[in-house]
């Protein structure tokens, strides 16, 4: 008898927009939601049935935050595996420094403000974004993998 390999999959994205003269990220404080998780983190979401990976970070960002964004660089994948069911999430992490338009102050995601790397760093985050980081910062760091279960989410391996 064969496994079945069917899986659910959810596809997310995440984007660090950045400023290098002046060494700031632009940083949401997530408003945390029943389903979500909340803190400093980036602008990102889901990716619409049909709708290719790079348009939707895109939309996201500006639907988050009023820019455009252009010159997106994919910066990793992270791989939540559900341990008691079929279901993955895979959450697809690109950058930028190439960003136009008028930056809104909220949305219903939460405030959006320009914050110093380096204070962002030392900040508390939303969980797992030192992980995250280590992705976003590091080009030989693409991959983080972690079980997700009914008590909580498993610490991220980095691959």
Same mark, same amino acid.
């Given at each position: 008898?064969?496994?079945?390999?069917?899986?659910?999959?959810?596809?997310?994205?995440?984007?660090?927009?950045?400023?290098?003269?002046?060494?700031?990220?632009?940083?949401?404080?997530?408003?945390?939601?029943?389903?979500?998780?909340?803190?400093?983190? /980036?602008?990102?979401?889901?990716?619409?049935?049909?709708?290719? /990976? *790079?348009?939707?970070?895109?939309?996201?960002?500006?639907?988050?935050?009023?820019?455009? *964004?252009?010159?997106?660089?994919?910066?990793?994948?992270?791989?939540?595996?559900?341990?008691?069911?079929?279901?993955?999430?895979?959450?697809?992490?690109?950058?930028?420094?190439?960003?136009?338009?008028?930056?809104?102050?909220?949305?219903?995601?939460?405030?959006?403000?320009?914050?110093?790397?380096?204070?962002?760093?030392?900040?508390?985050?939303?969980?797992?974004?030192?992980?995250?980081?280590?992705?976003?910062?590091?080009?030989?760091?693409?991959?983080?993998?972690? *079980?997700?279960?009914?008590?909580?989410?498993?610490?991220?391996?980095?691959?």
């Amino acid at each position: 008898m064969s496994k079945d390999r069917t899986v659910k999959a959810t596809f997310l994205n995440m984007c660090m927009i950045y400023d290098e003269e002046r060494n700031m990220v632009l940083v949401q404080d997530k408003i945390k939601d029943e389903d979500e998780w909340g803190g400093y983190t /980036f602008p990102g979401g889901h990716i619409e049935n049909g709708e290719s /990976f *790079i348009d939707s970070v895109i939309r996201e960002v500006k639907e988050e935050t009023g820019l455009d *964004i252009s010159d997106i660089k994919p910066c990793g994948l992270v791989d939540w595996y559900h341990e008691e069911k079929p279901e993955r999430w895979l959450v697809f992490l690109y950058k930028t420094c190439a960003y136009g338009g008028k930056l809104i102050e909220s949305s219903s995601e939460g405030k959006i403000f320009w914050m110093d790397l380096n204070e962002f760093m030392a900040s508390t985050k939303a969980p797992n974004m030192d992980t995250y980081m280590k992705m976003f910062l590091d080009d030989n760091i693409n991959e983080a993998y972690a *079980i997700w279960n009914k008590n909580g989410n498993s610490e991220l391996v980095l691959n």
